[in-house]
């Protein structure tokens, strides 16, 4: 795989608005997950909210798309220096060349949600802008229009891995070359079905989620944003953090329930290890999917230690984040970012002990140590797994 750049990257999730919160809070082992204030939840569900976007508004000539998705987008657009980013790629590459491939996996359903609250006595729903607001091809709709790109558009919903995903495909399709460069990444927030629907599942989490924890009950929900601009890499980027590899692969072993032995997500991460050209022992750090639940947790461990045995630290980060779902692959390329930066492994949180079945080298403490490469995990319902490598361009 040609490297590719990260020009600009931003994030914001229930950690932080912007890298320097997430930053910040990293380091100080600070979580932003809170009990669950939803109606009709059951008791001890924690989440991860991001109560400033509640007070976002969207500009006036883009109104229409506004929900819960669009003004978490339009929050962490804000931060960072982004958009400023985008007019300079924009300067370089003129508007056209510019993609725009963005991973979600319920967009903005809670506006669906909220109008079926309204319907009428005969069961009609209120007006509304479905197509803007609920489908899963407002998101890309959106930051496209926002920023005023021209390029191809395209959404992804592979459930949890749909932020990872953004990354492969944009790079596929600057490649190919339909693109110079890709606003690349992914937005999910909070709603009545993911919650209800993995608690229907007995998959969340009593208290805040505990990954990799030897009594870990589950996942605590959580939403973010995180967007990224990749470009080719040039002779003068060594340095500089960009997209080294990348793999995909879809086992298909259940619907819901990751293979036991993690036959796929050991394929994908060979697969972006192989892209890379890089071996096992160049890996400094892997960001575990580690959602918290008993079955992806044990099965990621045995997974990882099947490449990497116990040489390489490896831990979660969604103690602090909850599961973002389709935005998470996209928040822990910013994680990832910041530990290469930083030089910071950060330790799972909320782990009282480790599960002592695992053999993988699974960190529960921060640590600060030489970080250039990172292979963060992204796998979803119905067997879709996706790796991704970060590092320092030679």
Not at 73 to 98: M, N, S, T
Not at 184 to 209: I, M, Q
Not at 258 to 283: K, W
């Amino acid at each position: 795989m040609t490297p590719f750049r990260i020009t600009t990257i931003t994030a914001t999730s229930a950690m932080g608005v912007g890298l320097d919160a997430t930053r910040a809070a990293l380091w100080a082992r600070r979580g932003g997950l809170r009990p669950c204030d939803l109606p009709a939840m059951p008791e001890g569900v924690w989440f991860g909210r991001v109560a400033e976007a509640e007070a976002v508004a969207l500009p006036e000539d883009l109104a229409a798309f506004a929900c819960r998705n669009a003004r978490l987008a339009e929050l962490a657009l804000c931060q960072d220096g982004f958009v400023a980013a985008i007019e300079a790629a924009k300067a370089r590459h003129g508007a056209g060349r510019i993609a725009v491939v963005l991973g979600t996996s319920t967009s903005g359903i809670e506006e669906t949600e909220q109008a079926w609250a309204r319907r009428g006595a005969n069961g009609a729903l209120p007006a509304y802008d479905f197509a803007r607001t609920h489908d899963l091809h407002a998101l890309p709709r959106y930051l496209r229009a926002r920023l005023g790109l021209d390029g191809p558009c395209i959404s992804i919903s592979t459930a949890c891995t749909s932020g990872a995903r953004s990354f492969l495909d944009a790079a596929a399709l600057i490649e190919a070359g339909f693109a110079d460069a890709a606003v690349v990444g992914g937005a999910d927030t909070l709603c009545r079905l993911t919650l209800h629907g993995f608690g229907s599942l007995e998959l969340l989490a009593h208290g805040p989620t505990r990954p990799c924890a030897e009594d870990r009950d589950g996942i605590s929900i959580g939403e973010a944003a995180a967007f990224a601009l990749i470009e080719r890499a040039m002779p003068g980027d060594a340095g500089r953090i960009g997209l080294l590899g990348a793999g995909a692969s879809s086992d298909g072993h259940h619907m819901s329930s990751p293979h036991p032995e993690g036959l796929g997500a050991v394929a994908a991460m060979r697969g972006a290890l192989d892209s890379a050209g890089l071996a096992a022992a160049d890996i400094d750090y892997v960001n575990m999917h580690g959602t918290g639940t008993r079955a992806n947790d044990a099965m990621e461990d045995r997974a990882i230690a099947r490449i990497f045995g116990d040489a390489v630290p490896c831990s979660s980060t969604k103690g602090w984040t909850g599961h973002t779902l389709g935005a998470s692959g996209a928040l822990e390329a910013a994680i990832a970012a910041i530990c290469i930066e930083d030089g910071l492994i950060p330790g799972c949180l909320n782990v009282g002990r480790l599960d002592p079945a695992f053999t993988a080298g699974v960190v529960v403490t921060n640590r600060a140590a030489r970080v250039d490469r990172v292979l963060s995990n992204s796998f979803g319902f119905g067997g879709s797994n996706c790796a991704l490598v970060f590092g320092r361009l030679a």
